[in-house]
Every structure is written in C-alpha cells, then in structure tokens.
C-alpha cells in the first residue's frame, strides 16, 4: 500500500522558517505530480505550490519569493523550504500525489497533515 509521511511542521515566530517533508512509501513505480496544499480554520484548501516528475515548479502569488518546493526522486520524498513566514501562513499543510503503483495503477494520494503555526 502506498503512503504519504509528512512532518516538520510546528509553532514559530513571524520571519521565522520551518522545513517540510513529505515521504511516500510502499509499492510505488513512479511519483509523477507532487504538491503541497494548505488549509486555514474556515478557509478553503489551497495549492501552495507544485512540482513536476521534470523538476517544474509553481507557487501561490502570496508564497513567492518565501518558499520553495523541492523532491529527490530517489527518496521519494517531496520538501517545502518556508522562509519568512507570516501568520496569514498558519495552516494545516498537506502533501500530495499522484502515484504509479507497482501494478502500474495510477491514483492520487493525501499525507495526513501537519500544523504550521506563524505567531509571535
């Protein structure tokens, strides 16, 4: 079965940064897409930022310049490097997917979340 681990997440201070890292897990024949998404208390959940399979990336207006996504396909791990941070950042972050498996099925996958938390 295949999983997504996320962790780095935790409380800092407004200019502060935090290191994300996403690590999928289990039968897996290619990672294609990747992302990170994010989500407020009482705010739809939004795209952060995407990466491709090729290295190709894209961010949220209000995050560039602040963070950058990263994966090492080797690891099949996915990171997001968040630097001056902002409490409008504060949000559960989640990783995700699109996974081939060994069965050579192709299907999205969530990590379960973890919480940012920008405040002074």
């Known amino acids: 079965q295949v999983q997504l681990v996320e962790s780095g997440g935790g409380l800092v201070q407004p200019g502060g940064s935090l290191r994300l890292s996403c690590a999928a897990s289990?039968?897996?024949?290619?990672?294609?897409?990747m992302g990170w998404y994010r989500q407020a208390p009482g705010k739809e959940r939004e795209l952060v930022a995407g990466?491709?399979?090729?290295?190709?990336?894209n961010y949220v207006d209000s995050v560039k310049g602040r963070f950058t996504i990263s994966r090492n396909n080797a690891r099949n791990t996915m990171y997001l490097q968040m630097n001056s941070l902002k409490p409008e950042d504060t949000a559960v972050y989640y990783c995700?997917?699109?996974?081939?498996?060994?069965?050579?099925?192709?299907?999205?996958?969530w990590g379960q979340g973890t919480q940012v938390t920008v405040s002074s």
């Open positions: 990466i491709t399979s090729g290295g190709s990336t």
């Open positions: 289990g039968s897996i024949f290619s990672i294609n897409g």
């Open positions: 995700n997917a699109d996974i081939t498996g060994a069965g050579l099925s192709r299907n999205t996958y």
